[in-house]
């Protein structure tokens, strides 16, 4: 183990040893499946089982493991091979990360470099490297004020289409910061819980506007009295009608050069005033601007779910226990409740690390914990507070001073 690991080692090991640590398992504990990715080697640990929580923190105390995963599946025995567990259903769960954000300060704080031919280039990384076509990179993160945010309002709005869309119950849902980039959402609802990988896909397609055809949702051209007139859903309306026309009503209030319309339908969309949007009927206000052109307005403008699908639809997923540590940063895995999640500031409540480390800092941007900002650093060693040292150690823009 490299001496970095080691430190952040040792940390892991003081913080999950206090005698008043308490570490609380997931709903229906004795049917998930546990996972734990150690430090030596990246060896993942799987198909273990605990019935109290109690047991759960002594395995977590003996292996101090750099992340801690539980299945969102229940099974009848989750420390068989995959097989044989005899799946019982599964949480339904959703991702929101900064890493699949088009964030704006991206290429300020991330950056990349593809394992194949060495290219280097800021922001996220491509989907396949473009000079030597490779899809695997080495890529370098920051835990961003902004880009948190955004993860915030992002984690909102589906909280608003699970409540809107499907009547989620908000007793049955329960939200945690993943101590990284991102939140999840769990649904521990009777219904769902038998639903299939299909039937997930369709849920994440459904969110995030995948096929999403207008003209089901009631924009459509009717002819009246020889005349085609141009219907479509109002304001308000609940699911993608009301979504729609909230969309579009941003979209009038934007930038319209920017979506490679035709000179004639930006003139029109531009002299359009669009607070009529909430009179009805409007859609054949707009002269001009014909059936074909809506549906591709539509498809730009709407807002969709910014969700990772693959966590979705995958029935056996291992996801981040709450309450452990997060090896990518020494934040702890946390819930928030979701009438707290406006006020939730994840640099100050995550942190689990308290006293004064000294480290040597390769380069790093400014950046807050607590209430507190530190840097930038560039090449230095530095006494810092200890949860500001280990998320540089954990993102591997720091060493362990000697
Ligand atoms: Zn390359
Ligand atoms: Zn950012």
């Known amino acids: 183990m490299d001496p970095t690991s080691q430190t952040i080692r040792q940390q892991f090991q003081r913080y999950y040893l206090e005698p008043a640590r308490r570490i609380t398992g997931p709903q229906a504990m004795a049917n998930r499946e546990f996972g734990f990715l150690l430090f030596k080697e990246k060896f993942m640990v799987r198909h273990r089982a605990f019935r109290t929580s109690e047991q759960l923190l002594g395995a977590i105390r003996d292996l101090v493991p750099a992340h801690v995963y539980f299945s969102t599946a229940r099974y009848k025995e989750p420390t068989a091979a995959m097989e044989e567990k005899g799946w019982e259903g599964a949480d339904l769960v959703f991702d929101i990360d900064a890493d699949h954000l088009d964030t704006e300060c991206k290429p300020t704080h991330d950056n990349w470099k593809c394992k194949g031919c060495g290219n280097v280039g800021r922001g996220s990384a491509p989907k396949i490297c473009p000079s030597c076509k490779n899809d695997r990179f080495d890529e370098q993160t920051w835990l961003c004020e902004k880009c948190l945010h955004q993860a915030k309002e992002e984690t909102v709005k589906l909280l608003d289409m699970l409540y809107s869309d499907f009547a989620v119950d908000p007793s049955d849902l329960r939200i945690f910061f993943s101590g990284h980039r991102g939140y999840h959402i769990h649904v521990y609802s009777d219904e769902l819980r038998t639903l299939g990988e299909e039937e997930r896909r369709e849920f994440a ?29 109002a304001m308000g309306q609940p699911g993608w009608r009301g979504r729609i026309v909230k969309g579009v009503f941003d979209m009038l209030g934007g930038d319209l050069e920017k979506l490679g319309l035709q000179p004639g ?10 607070n009529e949007i909430f009179r009805k009927p409007v859609w054949s206000l707009f002269k001009g601007v014909d059936l074909a052109t809506w549906k591709d307005l539509v498809s730009k403008s709407v807002e969709n779910a910014k969700i990772d699908t693959v966590v979705t639809t995958d029935v056996h997923r291992l996801i981040r226990l709450p309450g452990t540590l997060n090896g990518h940063t020494g934040l702890l895995a946390v819930e928030v409740q979701s009438e707290r999640l406006d006020d939730f500031d994840p640099f100050t409540e995550s942190t689990a690390f308290t006293e004064s480390m000294k480290v040597h800092v390769k380069e790093a941007p400014r950046f807050r914990l607590g209430t507190e900002h530190h840097g930038p650093f560039h090449d230095e060693s530095v006494t810092l507070p200890a949860a500001a040292a280990m998320l540089l150690l954990c993102k591997r823009r720091a060493e362990p001073a000697t």
Do not use: N, S
Request: net charge negative; glycine share 10%; proline share 8%.
């Open 205 to 233: 397609d459904y969110m995030t506007a995948q096929g999403l055809d207008p003209q089901l949702h009631g924009l459509l051209e009717r002819p009246i009295e020889g005349v085609r007139i141009l219907e479509g859903p």
């Open 265 to 274: 339908h930006v003139k029109v969309l531009k002299e359009f005033d669009r």
